[in-house]
């Protein structure tokens, strides 16, 4: 066939569309077209526009929140050159809000923001901000429908808008297991063709009040006492976390306490398992369905009894730990990309809890370099894993409200717990829970699963390879 000359084809209309790329990128592609009409390349046009606009789960106006002093502090740079463009093309107006202070953007979204002309929030930062999000949306979704978040027992009502994450945080691990890439360009993308992952949330409360929500990381002892040494390096930037990561691994202290637990028994997938939550995942949507049809009987026992038993459906463990962790996720990123719990879902009802018992420093290296590697990180005789709807730990010792006080202000108490404390010669009795990335001020805690309680412009990791175009390309 000979080649006609594009003057030949004086019409014109190009179609932009997302294109996969290597290890879970997604980039914006476009193809135009030439025609000899202008009626016909209108009418195309218009057809186009009209299906696009008649996809319901694609976002028309979005409020977007941009933490400016994230990761290394590239969140506005990011979004200006490499979502606002994207979200111009696809038709997607937009109200951005620069943060001011921290928990600027939960307090917005709580109490100001007019969230019924909007189809989204979006976040442009790390996890932390990602928390904001998740702690403005959930209490605004509670308050408005008269929910107390104090009560652990409550059922919470889940949450209608969908939350964008543009990673530019330090860990980026929420973005990290939904969507396989820490890639602004990819989450937008993600966000424009109005995708949707549900996500469980873990609610955290001591003495019947409401402490913080959870998403990814609850860990007590190691990853506690990173987070509360890192916190004082934010300086450094991203780095603190190695730095407070060797630091505290040498220090190797263990911490005392009851952990007891409520075993998911009636679901689909165990800890072990070699299989992973990816997009479109059957275990989260059976287990979502088995939750929403029976909610799962709570049973109070007193836990406090020997070194592990069953009680009214409870286990009851009691020991020395280096850490105590909750994965609620993966939570794979790029330090990890297995992550803490290869084998958890995103959206299935339940947290997987690890306990790593006293050992020697070099285990506790074995242990930690797994995360790393293909070995199996629970197969260790220290390791255990369950998989659990709800569970609550206790420290040995006491917290005295002078020592609350302290930690409330940043500050460690070694006397007092020297004192308390006769098997130890400088370990204090108390770390701090890390949950996901805060510090809370109690160890004592109970932890609540809420399935699905929230929902990400996501769809989760995709199976690779993925070097082909999606099957039906989607024009942006
Ligand atoms: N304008 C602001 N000034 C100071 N702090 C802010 C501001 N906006 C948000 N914050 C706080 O900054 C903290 C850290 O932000 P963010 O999560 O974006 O980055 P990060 O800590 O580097 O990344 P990650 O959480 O992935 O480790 C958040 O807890 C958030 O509450
Ligand atoms: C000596 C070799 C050690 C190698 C160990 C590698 C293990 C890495 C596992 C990483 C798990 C990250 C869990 C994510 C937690 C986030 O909610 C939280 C907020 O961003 N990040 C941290 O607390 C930051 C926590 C950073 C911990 C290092
Ligand atoms: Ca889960």
Same mark, same amino acid.
């Given at each position: $066939?000979?080649?006609?000359?594009?003057?030949?084809?004086?019409?014109?209309?190009?179609?932009?569309?997302?294109?996969?790329?290597?290890?879970?990128?997604?980039?914006?592609?476009?193809?135009?077209?030439?025609?000899?009409?202008?009626?016909? *390349?209108?009418?195309?046009?218009?057809?186009?526009?009209?299906?696009?606009? @008649?996809?319901? %789960?694609?976002?028309?106006?979005?409020?977007?929140?941009?933490?400016?002093?994230?990761?290394?502090?590239?969140?506005?740079?990011?979004?200006?050159?490499?979502?606002?463009?994207?979200?111009?093309?696809? %038709?997607?107006?937009?109200?951005?809000?620069?943060?001011?202070?921290?928990?600027?953007?939960?307090?917005?979204?709580?109490?100001?923001?007019?969230?019924?002309?909007?189809?989204?929030?979006? !976040?442009?930062?790390?996890?932390?901000?990602?928390?904001? $999000? /998740?702690?403005?949306?959930?209490?605004?979704?509670?308050?408005?429908?008269?929910?107390?978040?104090?009560?652990?027992?409550?059922?919470? /009502?889940?949450?209608?808008?969908?939350?964008?994450?543009?990673?530019?945080?330090?860990?980026?691990?929420? *973005?990290?297991?939904?969507?396989?890439?820490?890639? #602004?360009?990819?989450?937008?993308?993600?966000?424009?063709?109005?995708?949707?992952?549900? $996500?469980?949330?873990?609610?955290?409360?001591?003495?019947?009040?409401?402490?913080?929500?959870? /998403?990814?990381?609850?860990?007590?002892?190691?990853?506690?006492?990173?987070? @509360?040494?890192?916190?004082?390096?934010?300086? $450094?930037? #991203?780095?603190?976390?190695?730095?407070?990561?060797?630091?505290?691994?040498?220090?190797?202290?263990?911490?005392?306490?009851?952990?007891?637990?409520?075993? @998911?028994?009636?679901?689909?997938?165990?800890?072990?398992?070699?299989?992973?939550?990816?997009?479109?995942?059957?275990?989260?949507?059976?287990?979502?369905?088995?939750?929403?049809?029976?909610?799962?009987?709570?049973?109070?026992?007193?836990?406090?009894?020997?070194?592990?038993?069953?009680?009214?459906?409870?286990?009851?463990?009691?020991?020395?730990?280096?850490?105590?962790? @909750?994965?609620?996720?993966? !939570?794979? !990123?790029?330090?990890?990309?297995?992550?803490?719990?290869?084998?958890?879902?995103?959206?299935?009802?339940?947290?997987?809890?690890?306990?790593?018992?006293?050992?020697?420093?070099?285990?506790?290296?074995?242990?930690?370099?797994?995360?790393?590697?293909?070995?199996?990180?629970?197969?260790?005789?220290?390791?255990?894993?369950?998989?659990?709807?709800?569970?609550?730990?206790?420290?040995?010792?006491?917290?005295?409200? %002078?020592?609350?006080?302290?930690?409330?202000?940043?500050?460690?108490?070694?006397?007092?717990?020297?004192?308390?404390?006769?098997?130890?010669?400088?370990? #204090?009795?108390?770390?701090?829970?890390? *949950?996901?990335?805060?510090?809370?001020?109690?160890?004592?805690?109970?932890?609540?699963?809420?399935?699905?309680?929230?929902?990400?412009?996501?769809?989760?990791?995709?199976?690779?390879?993925?070097?082909?175009?999606?099957?039906?390309?989607?024009?942006?």
């Amino acid at each position: $066939m000979p080649q006609k000359s594009t003057e030949a084809y004086p019409y014109a209309f190009t179609v932009s569309y997302v294109e996969r790329a290597w290890q879970h990128r997604w980039r914006c592609s476009d193809v135009t077209f030439h025609c000899l009409e202008g009626a016909l *390349c209108q009418q195309w046009v218009q057809t186009i526009r009209e299906q696009l606009t @008649a996809l319901t %789960s694609r976002p028309k106006h979005l409020l977007v929140y941009i933490n400016p002093y994230g990761g290394k502090q590239q969140g506005e740079r990011i979004y200006e050159q490499k979502v606002a463009p994207l979200f111009t093309l696809a %038709s997607i107006s937009t109200d951005v809000i620069v943060t001011e202070h921290a928990n600027h953007a939960r307090d917005h979204l709580r109490t100001e923001a007019e969230l019924k002309q909007y189809d989204g929030v979006v !976040c442009v930062g790390g996890d932390g901000m990602f928390s904001e $999000m /998740v702690h403005g949306l959930v209490s605004r979704t509670q308050r408005d429908n008269g929910v107390d978040q104090n009560s652990p027992e409550e059922k919470l /009502v889940p949450c209608t808008l969908r939350i964008g994450i543009i990673p530019a945080g330090s860990t980026d691990c929420i *973005c990290y297991a939904t969507v396989g890439i820490n890639d #602004p360009v990819t989450s937008a993308l993600h966000i424009i063709v109005g995708d949707a992952q549900p $996500m469980d949330v873990c609610s955290v409360h001591h003495n019947n009040t409401f402490l913080r929500y959870s /998403v990814s990381l609850l860990g007590y002892g190691f990853y506690g006492d990173v987070l @509360a040494d890192s916190e004082r390096k934010r300086w $450094m930037g #991203p780095a603190r976390y190695d730095f407070s990561g060797f630091k505290t691994f040498l220090t190797h202290h263990y911490y005392e306490g009851t952990v007891s637990f409520l075993p @998911a028994t009636d679901i689909l997938g165990t800890p072990r398992d070699k299989t992973r939550c990816r997009a479109g995942c059957f275990i989260c949507q059976h287990n979502g369905q088995l939750y929403s049809e029976d909610a799962p009987e709570i049973c109070e026992t007193d836990p406090d009894v020997s070194d592990s038993e069953y009680k009214g459906g409870w286990r009851v463990i009691r020991g020395k730990f280096l850490a105590i962790n @909750a994965a609620s996720m993966s !939570c794979a !990123c790029p330090r990890s990309p297995k992550g803490l719990s290869p084998a958890a879902h995103l959206a299935d009802g339940t947290t997987d809890l690890i306990l790593v018992r006293k050992c020697s420093r070099f285990n506790f290296l074995r242990h930690l370099l797994r995360h790393t590697s293909k070995y199996d990180q629970f197969d260790m005789t220290f390791v255990e894993v369950h998989r659990v709807r709800r569970f609550r730990f206790t420290p040995r010792y006491c917290q005295s409200d %002078s020592e609350l006080d302290l930690r409330e202000n940043g500050k460690r108490l070694f006397s007092q717990i020297c004192r308390d404390h006769p098997a130890c010669s400088c370990s #204090p009795a108390y770390s701090s829970w890390n *949950c996901d990335g805060e510090i809370l001020p109690h160890a004592a805690i109970e932890v609540g699963v809420h399935c699905q309680l929230i929902k990400l412009f996501a769809r989760g990791i995709e199976e690779q390879p993925v070097f082909e175009d999606l099957p039906n390309p989607c024009a942006v």
